[in-house]
């Protein structure tokens, strides 16, 4: 099957199926977002995909990001799903429309030092280490309302939460603690689920899933 082809199969299955999961928990499936996750994606899957009409994408790195769609950013809504570090902060408010990583209190307090600067805001979602790994970014869920409310002293505008469940542990009850955080702080938007798990996100509540390799296929050594 051409790439072009096999691409698009593979988004019309993706968006059936988060379609059925919403249907299945009796919401809407125009209340889902499907991002597609293109860090790290060869150019001819990229413009695959962006044949097929996607147009929300999300990128793990800023220069990354800067590099793959400087050139061809118009009519795109682009997220970042990667950690942010503070010195990147200005070149992620310059590209992205979404920063979905916002993590530490060093971090807000860039951010709204150069939002003031630059008159505009991108939304900004606040992510939670629901499984409290050492390795992985994220606010722990016991600080989480404590930060949001400090992020918003800061005159920041959050819109919603992310999280990224362990790899080992069922993603469910991951995902509904997320929820309960959101709805605790009066946040509508979830960022959660990607390949393996975004229909059990889409049932307990996800606005919006990071999908990659369900979308690309596996990506290519490098």
């Known amino acids: 099957m051409p790439l072009s082809s096999a691409i698009a199969a593979a988004r019309l299955s993706v968006l059936a199926r988060i379609a059925a999961a919403a249907r299945e928990a009796g919401r809407d499936p125009d209340d889902v977002t499907l991002v597609a996750v293109s860090k790290q994606q060869p150019d001819d899957r990229i413009e695959a995909m962006l044949a097929t009409g996607q147009r929300i994408f999300g990128e793990n790195r800023v220069q990354e990001a800067q590099d793959r769609w400087g050139?061809?950013?118009?009519?795109?809504?682009?997220?970042?799903?990667?950690?942010?570090?503070?010195?990147?902060?200005?070149?992620?408010?310059?590209?992205?429309?979404?920063?979905?990583?916002?993590?530490?209190?060093?971090?807000?307090?860039?951010?709204?030092?150069?939002?003031?600067?630059?008159?505009?805001?991108?939304?900004?979602?606040?992510?939670?280490?629901?499984?409290?790994?050492?390795?992985?970014?994220?606010?722990?869920?016991?600080?989480?309302?404590?930060?949001?409310?400090?992020?918003?002293?800061?005159?920041?505008?959050?819109?919603?939460?992310?999280?990224?469940?362990?790899?080992?542990?069922?993603?469910?009850?991951?995902?509904?603690?997320?929820?309960?955080?959101?709805?605790?702080?009066?946040?509508?938007?979830l960022s959660m689920g990607m390949s393996g798990d975004f229909e059990t996100a889409v049932r307990l509540g996800a606005t919006s899933v990071r999908v990659g390799s369900a979308l690309f296929g596996g990506r290519l050594a490098r």
């Not at 722990?140 to 949001?148: E, H, K, M, N, Q």
């Not at 992020?151 to 959050?158: D, F, H, M, W, Y």
């Open 71 to 189: 050139e061809r950013r118009e009519g795109l809504e682009l997220r970042l799903i990667g950690p942010l570090q503070s010195n990147k902060a200005r070149d992620a408010l310059a590209l992205f429309d979404v920063i979905e990583t916002l993590d530490r209190q060093r971090l807000a307090e860039v951010l709204a030092d150069a939002i003031q600067r630059a008159g505009a805001a991108p939304r900004l979602y606040v992510q939670v280490n629901t499984g409290e790994e050492p390795q992985k970014a994220g606010v722990p869920p016991a600080d989480a309302d404590a930060f949001i409310a400090g992020c918003r002293t800061l005159g920041l505008q959050i819109e919603g939460l992310m999280c990224i469940p362990p790899e080992a542990e069922p993603a469910g009850p991951h995902f509904t603690l997320l929820a309960d955080i959101a709805a605790r702080n009066g946040l509508a938007r």
